[in-house]
Every structure is written in structure tokens, then in C-alpha cells.
């Protein structure tokens, strides 16, 4: 089966230019002007090729939480958003933090058949941070790296031990950075704002001192480590050293953290409530700056679907979690692109490319030989975001109203099409 996607402008590497892509057996056969031969064709003129997104940090719930996401839905909002690979982590019930797990979550996702879906198994038993998990089992079912999501491995030589194991196995530790002792119940980010609202806050120093520990630790041991859901920037500054010394420490970030401050959770609305929380416009800017200067290597979602009942709460008592795979595109697009920040093939690449390269996956660019994992999307569209609409269970966005550029129009997994929004 031969599939043709012609006259698209198609986001290489370094440039975008119009090409036409010819697809066989599941890869990129030719990349050329004026191609033919296919037994599929699909005109896309006026419309861009990117290559697909690759979200290294999601929570698809299952097993366990189904209420919430399940690895169809997940599956179905990841390839709504041209999402054609997502690493899930590990807190599910039980745990990601055995091979049985893992091999189930890599069958549930092969009989759903829509993106890839690479587990990220546990660092720690059931995630409690006190000895270490079936590592190298894990490795041999198929986890592509480990992680205590959700919460820090709070013990040194515990987070010593599994930056070890894991590299003798070819993983690396993907570290949420929040220092269990200090955090002591803050809901928002710590300051103006966590005071007007009366919410207990969060210092940068809860996330600043595990990223720093983190660092310590790769520096010695000489081992990588990447560091989640970059929000300060403060953080960003000791990365950004860490990096200009040589040490072998990657990192990601999210969308709201480079689109909201803190200032959105005067409303009270606990779809602003998140770990780490949203901090304010010296942050924002931050982590645009190291977005920009490769600091951050990657953008990912951490989508964190919830229920109706996990949000419906006072501030306090809600999850904490934002659904975002379905709007990262868009939101990054918008507010990376939109702004001049980066441009289309440099936010690709962190959307795609250099999460390949983190993890070691396949996929991220668009070349002859690659697998064709792509999505077209229409950069001139506008639509204002509705989570109601959403395919993921999760529909807790804080992005409701805002009006965003960029729809995903078609996704193609494997060079199959697993996502048209006009058979929707
Ligand atoms: O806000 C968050 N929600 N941050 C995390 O680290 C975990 C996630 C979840 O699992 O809901
Ligand atoms: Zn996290």
C-alpha cells in the first residue's frame, strides 16, 4: 500500500518547504516534487505536514483510573491533538512498576491501535520512594524510561541507586522535582496572588532544590537525568548552568507554563490547579527563554485527565492535573510561533525531534527512510478551545475561550490514517 500526501508544506528538520510525501509499508519511501504512484492519494495544498508529536509525559490512567482516561480515550485525544507517540507514567493502580503492567498497558495500546503508546515504569515500588522497582524487568517488557511521576524519589542514595540501574539497562530517570518536606501542603504557586486568594503556597525552592539534587547526582555519577515539567525560573537558570558545565541533563515543559500565571487562579477555578503550580511572568518568560535557547529541550503536555468529582471540590481538595493533549499543538503554535518566540521548525523539534532523542525513540522528523508518524494541521484555522468537546475523558482545561491558531486536521500513525476531522 502506497499512500501520497501531495502539495503539503511540509516542516523538515531545519526549514519548511513544499514537498510532496510518498508513504509505503509504514515509512517515508520519498520526499520529492511532483511525486506519484500511489495507490491513496491525499491533496493537502494549502495546509502544512509536520512530523508527528511525540509527548514523552502523560497520564493515561489505565489501569486503574478509568474514570478519568483509559488508554482508548487517551489514545483517540492523542491523535485529535497529532500526537503519534505518548509515554505514559507510571502512576496507575496498581503501579506501573513491574513487567506485567508494563506489557499490559503496551497489549491494551496495540488492541486500541491508534498512537504509539511507550509505558514509563516506576523508579521506586509502588511509587513510595523507598526501594527500587523491577527495573530491569520493565527494560526487558518495553519501558522506554522511569519515572516516580507525581511525586520526588525523596531518598539521595535511592535516586542514586536507580540513575545506576537504570543506566545499565539504557533508561534514564525522568524526575518530578518537589521536595516532599517543604511543599507542606501549598496548593498555588507561592506569592501576591496565593496570598489574596488565601491558598497555602509553594515556594520555587520546593521544585528548585530536587532539580538541584537531580543535577548533583548526574554530575557525579556522570549519568544523564532529565528534569519534568520545568516552571521556574529559577530552575531554568540552574538547568541552563548545569548544561554549560557539561552535565548530561535534559529537561521539558508545558504549555500553561509558558502561556498562564498565577494570576488565573484568582477565580478560583480548580481547573488552574496543577503540580508544579503556574508561577508568574518572570517565570513565563523564563521558560520562553529557555525554550528558546535549548535550555528545555522538549514541550509536553502532562496531561493529567481528571473526573468531574476530582475537580467539582474547593481549591484545596481538588486534583491536581490539567487535560492538554489535544490543545498543545495549538497553544504552542499560538503562543510560541504566533509570537515570534520560535519559529515552525524550531518548535517542532521540540515537540517531536528532541524528544526522540531523549528517549531514544523512533520518530520526530520528517525524512526519506523515517517512519511516518505525521499530522497535517491548518496553521491559518482559528477556533476558540472548548474541553467539553474533548475526546479525552479529562475535559479540566484552563483554556476554556482562549482563541487558538492551528487545528489538527488528519494524523497518520505508521503511515496509516488514525485521525480525520472530517469523518468526525
Ligand atoms: O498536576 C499534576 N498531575 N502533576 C503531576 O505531577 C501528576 C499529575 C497527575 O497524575 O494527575
Ligand atoms: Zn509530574
Redesign the pocket.
Known amino acids: 500500500m502506497k499512500t501520497l500526501i501531495k502539495n503539503g508544506n511540509v516542516v523538515f528538520k531545519d526549514c519548511v518547504k513544499k514537498k510532496d510525501i510518498l508513504i509505503e509499508d509504514g515509512k517515508i519511501a520519498a520526499v520529492g516534487d511532483g511525486l506519484s504512484g500511489a495507490d491513496e492519494v491525499i491533496d493537502v495544498a494549502g495546509k502544512t505536514v509536520i512530523p508527528g508529536i511525540i509527548d514523552m509525559h502523560v497520564?493515561l490512567r489505565e489501569p486503574g483510573f478509568e474514570g478519568k482516561e483509559d488508554i482508548a480515550s487517551g489514545s483517540l485525544a492523542a491523535v485529535a491533538g497529532g500526537v503519534t507517540q505518548v509515554c505514559c507514567?507510571p502512576?496507575t493502580d496498581p503501579v506501573c512498576d513491574n513487567a506485567v503492567v508494563v506489557s499490559y498497558i503496551i497489549n491494551r495500546a496495540k488492541e486500541v491501535g491508534l498512537c504509539k503508546v511507550r509505558p514509563i515504569g516506576a523508579i521506586t515500588r509502588g511509587e513510595q520512594g523507598e526501594s527500587l522497582a523491577d527495573i530491569g524487568k520493565m527494560a526487558k517488557a518495553g519501558a522506554v524510561a522511569l519515572s516516580d511521576?507525581?511525586?520526588s524519589v525523596m531518598n539521595s542514595n535511592v535516586m542514586r541507586l536507580a540513575m545506576e540501574y537504570a543506566s545499565d539497562f539504557g533508561l534514564k530517570c525522568l524526575c518530578?522535582c518537589?521536595d516532599k518536606t517543604l511543599v507542606d501542603g501549598g496548593v498555588v504557586n507561592e506569592g501576591y496572588n496565593s496570598t489574596l486568594c488565601g491558598l497555602k503556597g509553594q515556594l520555587r525552592a520546593v521544585e528548585d532544590i530536587m532539580i538541584s539534587r537531580d543535577i548533583c547526582l548526574a554530575r557525579s555519577l556522570d549519568l544523564p537525568v532529565h528534569i519534568?515539567?520545568v516552571s521556574t525560573y529559577s530552575g531554568v537558570d540552574i538547568i541552563r548552568a548545569a548544561k554549560a558545565s557539561g552535565v548530561k541533563v535534559t529537561a521539558e515543559t508545558c504549555p500553561h507554563y509558558f502561556i498562564l500565571t498565577d494570576d488565573i487562579i484568582t477565580g478560583f477555578d480548580t481547573f488552574t490547579?496543577?503540580?508544579?503550580p503556574v508561577r508568574e511572568e518572570r517565570d513565563r518568560l523564563a521558560v520562553i527563554e529557555g525554550l528558546k535557547d535549548g535550555t528545555i529541550d522538549c514541550i509536553v503536555t502532562?496531561h493529567?485527565?481528571?473526573s468531574r468529582k476530582d475537580k467539582e471540590v474547593e481549591y484545596n481538595l481538588a486534583?491536581?492535573?490539567?487535560s492538554g493533549i489535544e490543545t498543545s499543538f495549538a497553544l504552542s503554535y499560538t503562543y510560541l510561533v504566533g509570537s515570534g518566540a520560535l519559529t515552525l521548525p524550531e518548535l517542532m523539534r521540540r515537540m517531536s525531534y528532541n524528544p526522540a532523542k531523549v528517549l531514544g525513540l523512533e520518530g520526530g522528523e520528517i525524512r526519506e527512510g523515517a517512519v511516518a508518524d505525521l499530522a497535517v494541521v491548518d496553521l491559518e484555522e482559528s477556533y476558540e478551545i472548548d474541553g467539553e468537546k474533548f475526546f479525552s475523558k479529562g475535559k479540566n482545561t484552563p483554556f476554556n475561550g482562549y482563541k487558538v491558531k492551528g487545528r489538527v486536521l488528519m494524523t497518520l500513525v505508521d503511515g496509516k490514517v488514525k485521525f480525520d476531522i472530517r469523518k468526525i
Open positions: 497520564h507514567m502512576n511521576d507525581g511525586r518530578h518537589e519534568c515539567h490547579k496543577v503540580s508544579p502532562d493529567a485527565p481528571h486534583a491536581f492535573g490539567m
